[in-house]
């Protein structure tokens, strides 16, 4: 059963750092495209991050500079590190896995809150 389980989140003050983790199981992690995505209430889900088999990373313009996307193929992970948090970053942080041919996976998400 292919799965993908995220942690890391919490809560933490504007301008602090947090570093989410993703890891998949039943499935050949190297293959898929991984991509954070995050949906903050009563908005739609948006992506932050991905990173593709070939290591090339996009980000969203909100969070560049301050977010960095990494994979570890051996570990079956894809991190997110969340450096400079502000409020506006407040949301359930997803984990995606997808492949043309193997389809798409989603994790039960991760919630993160930025707040004094």
């Known amino acids: 059963q292919v799965q993908l389980v995220e942690s890391g989140g919490g809560l933490v003050q504007p301008g602090g750092s947090l570093r989410l983790s993703c890891l998949g199981s039943?499935?050949?992690?190297?293959?898929?495209?991984m991509t954070w995505v995050r949906q903050a209430e009563g908005k739609q889900r948006e992506l932050v991050a991905r990173?593709?088999?070939?290591?090339?990373?996009e980000y969203a313009d909100s969070v560049k500079g301050r977010f960095t996307i990494s994979r570890d193929n051996a570990k079956n992970s894809v991190y997110l590190q969340m450096n400079s948090l502000k409020p506006d970053d407040t949301a359930v942080y997803y984990c995606?896995?997808?492949?043309?041919?193997?389809?798409?996976?989603w994790g039960q998400g991760t919630q993160v809150i930025v707040s004094y």
């Open positions: 990173i593709n088999p070939g290591l090339t990373t």
């Open positions: 995606n896995a997808e492949h043309w041919s193997e389809g798409s996976v």
């Open positions: 039943g499935m050949m992690f190297s293959i898929y495209a």
